[in-house]
């Protein structure tokens, strides 16, 4: 993160909005790794998980893993761009967070606990990008 210099005429951001946005591309490079990892699992052993009933969403387990994989090796390069403090950055990292969640509610019947545990991530990082708001920092 870096502060804006008060020569640029720019006001300084507050460590209470730089810590949300710590906090958001933190989790963004967490539940990325996860997504990698479980992406791997799955293009690894297809018997690894198992579908539980019928679901709308019946795709291959290695069409899961690849998708996890990339989706999640984007989210995580993502969540170290955050790290910026740039707007652009923030709002890419707010569409992944939510392509993340929906993917992992997808996914819900293949690892439930897995996905729920992942769409709460989703769901702090949407949080910490949002609150984070230069414009209003203390001066």
Known sequence: ???????????????????????????????GTFGALLGIAAISNDDLYVVRGDYIFKWDVSTWGWAHLILGIVVAVAGFAVFTGQLWARAIGIVLAVASAIANFMFLPYYPVWSIVIIALDVAVIWGLVKYSPSSADT
């Open 1 to 31: 993160m870096h502060r804006e210099s008060s020569r640029t005429g720019a006001r300084p951001v507050s460590r209470a909005a730089m810590g949300f946005s710590v906090f958001a591309g933190s989790m963004m490079i967490l539940a």
